[in-house]
């Protein structure tokens, strides 16, 4: 009975841990995009140049986090 308990809780914690990872990549990927939107709108760039390559750098670093957090949970 124990054993079962204890099954649970971890599998409550990785729930929670991917729930978690699951919110950062989305706000570091959000918050890129807005960083390319304003420096866009200071360089009065017409190609949104910043933006796209805001938006790719921010989806690769929240990829790298991503990947670092998910290998923390399975040793």
């Keep these: 009975m124990a054993n079962k308990n204890e099954n649970q809780k971890n599998q409550l914690k990785q729930i929670a841990a991917l729930s978690g990872i699951a919110i950062q990549m989305g706000v570091t990927i959000y918050l890129f995009v807005l960083l390319g939107k304003w420096i866009d709108s200071k360089f009065d760039s017409e ?29």
């Design 47 to 75: 190609s949104k140049v910043f933006l796209i390559v805001f938006t790719l750098l921010g989806v690769g670093i929240a990829l790298y986090a991503v990947l670092k957090q998910i290998n923390k949970l399975n040793p």
